[in-house]
């Protein structure tokens, strides 16, 4: 934001006052200011502004996080490390830590003795914070959030940290929605097959896929892997008024998707 002398009268000096905004920012800036006038002898007079912007505490190995789930699920935090800016002379005392969303949870601890660099920090020294963030149950999709923390410190009394956490679903089925067209071998069947891939942190050997109508046949190819093939088999013969639609439950453990399948009627008819 600038202000500025708007008239300034042929051989006097105008000033110009001008603020940055500093929050969130770290190191070195540069912003410009472009100052318009009426002299025809020359065109507009652009000014720098340089500065080195210090704060409070250095969040290492980033000053931001991202979680996803990994192997072995959200169980294991993720960790980032609090240290004193060496300039800094107040002394780091973390409070009022908080996250923005109820399902990320956060703790710290104090660094008593050095410890060995250890799941991408650095090695720490007493003095520094440890935080520990988890996220517990947090929805589908990509959710970016934040922790929050005060200093103790005067310079930079509060601290905020943006967390971008992602979340795949159990599985991915494509399509989400199969439709089954008929055989060759008579209007009285149909099939169809969907691809569906496992979420990484959980155990593909542990897969069922069922029907809900009998009329629906399901197999799995190949049993046992993180991405298969789902293939669904239709039979009208024989059966009076036999269901055309039906739901096939993907569960791995306790976590189930359900594929809504129908058959193309419209064709089925039409087929010899």
Do not use: C
């Not at 940290?161 to 159990?170: G, R």
């Amino acid at each position: 934001m600038a202000s500025f002398d708007e008239v300034v009268p042929p051989g006097k000096a105008g000033s110009i006052k001008a603020s940055v905004h500093t929050a969130n920012y770290k190191g070195s800036i540069g912003k410009a200011i472009t100052v318009t006038h009426d002299d025809p002898t020359q065109g507009p007079i652009t000014v720098s502004l340089l500065a080195k912007i210090v704060g409070s505490v250095e969040i290492l190995p980033y000053p931001a996080l991202q979680i996803g789930r990994t192997r072995r699920g959200f169980e294991t935090p993720a960790k980032l490390l609090v240290r004193k800016d060496t300039t800094e002379t107040g002394t780091l005392e973390i409070s009022g830590l908080a996250s923005s969303a109820e399902w990320l949870k956060v703790t710290s601890r104090k660094v008593e003795a050095d410890e060995p660099a250890v799941d991408g920090l650095p090695a720490a020294v007493p003095g520094d914070i440890l935080l520990a963030v988890r996220a517990e149950g947090a929805p589908v999709g990509t959710s970016v959030v934040n922790v929050s923390f005060k200093t103790g410190m005067t310079r930079e009394p509060q601290v905020t940290i943006p967390v971008t956490v992602n979340v795949q679903p159990v599985v991915t089925v494509q399509p989400n929605d199969l439709i089954l067209n008929p055989n060759p071998n008579g209007a009285e069947s149909a099939s169809g097959e969907a691809l569906v891939a496992v979420r990484e942190d959980l155990d593909p050997k542990k897969v069922t896929v069922v029907s809900d109508v009998p009329a629906f046949v399901v197999r799995v190819d190949p049993p046992g892997e993180r991405a298969f093939r789902v293939f669904v088999e239709w039979s009208g013969k024989g059966k009076t008024a036999a269901p055309t639609s039906a739901l096939i439950h993907i569960r791995v453990g306790k976590e189930n998707v359900d594929l809504p399948v129908r058959v193309n009627l419209a064709r089925v008819a039409q087929a010899p």
